[in-house]
């Protein structure tokens, strides 16, 4: 098998199968075997059902199916889809056709003529956002880059062609939380990017909302850089000093005017100034033991209740 191309769906019942026409269109004429391994994410639509029509309606093609108990979210089914693809390449695309086969085509020919290159990534360099959104991703590329012991390609998305290798370095990293931009860079090998333009998509939404996308940034951080520990103990040491200094101070305005020292209200303040670095800080600690709690318990990445599989 030459390709097996992942692709994640959560409500993706329109969409799915002109994906899967798209793809035997462009790739009919290469020579090339593939094989389709569509993971349902625990979608509340028909897509289920649209993915079982779909592999008993074409019994040639290699069509895998893996059907989760729930919704796990895109980085489980990616995980699941790594475990079910046997193809000596490996594509992780998206079925809402915005990552074009055209262009998928385009990437796994770049690796038959790059012997050297292990993994081609797709990046936008222009993203079809608003200017918020745009500016919110340069910022977080900006900051990850500063305090993340792997580089990070800006505008990289998950859209990747690679080699059996990086899908079984990849494979070997069983952590619960998973930010496969992270998990790609941190294995290593040779990549080469390639910019493309996304299209709109064919139906229905954008499963990422502003909130979701802020919680996979954190999640991302948190993943790839103690830094934010740093920061907490620089904030505490930088409160010390500042009480420290804030005590002479007092002191010499006593001792050298004779004034009394403010009261209550000079309090207060300084106690809900320091109560809330300490707070700050407990959290950024919290993040990290939460992490650290839900890893030991070893729970599954996911869980598939379906698997339908040509053998």
Known sequence: MD???????????????????????????????????????????????????????????????????????????????????????????????????????????HLEENPACDCVCAFQKQRREGRLMSA???????????????EFKSGASDFRFFKAK??????????YHRFSKGIFSWVGFQVDYIEYEADERNAGESKWSPFKLFKYAISGIIAFSTAPLHIATVIGGISTIFSVIYFFITLIRKLTYNINVDGFTQL???????????????????????????????????IADEILKKK
């Open 3 to 109: 390709i097996s191309f992942i692709v994640p769906c959560y409500n993706e019942e329109d969409n799915v199968e002109l994906f899967f026409k798209e793809t035997e269109r462009v790739f009919s004429a290469t020579g090339y075997s593939w094989q389709y391994v569509f993971v349902n994410d625990g979608s509340s639509d028909a897509t289920r059902s649209v993915l079982k029509k779909l592999y008993e309606d074409y019994p040639d093609s290699h069509i895998t199916v893996v059907n989760f108990s729930r919704n796990f979210g895109k980085e489980s089914a990616i995980y699941a889809g790594l475990q079910n693809a046997d193809g000596e390449h490996i594509c992780v695309i998206d079925a809402d056709l915005q990552q074009r086969p055209e262009v998928a085509l385009k990437m796994y020919r």
């Open 136 to 150: 919110c991703k340069l910022a977080f590329y900006k900051l990850i880059n500063k305090i993340a012991e792997i």
């Open 166 to 175: 990086v899908k079984d370095a990849v494979l070997q990293m069983e952590e």
């Open 268 to 302: 207060a303040l300084i106690i809900t100034f320091f109560c809330g670095i300490m707070l700050f800080t407990i959290g950024i600690i919290g993040e990290y033991i939460a992490r650290i709690y839900q890893q030991v318990k070893k729970r599954p990445i996911y």
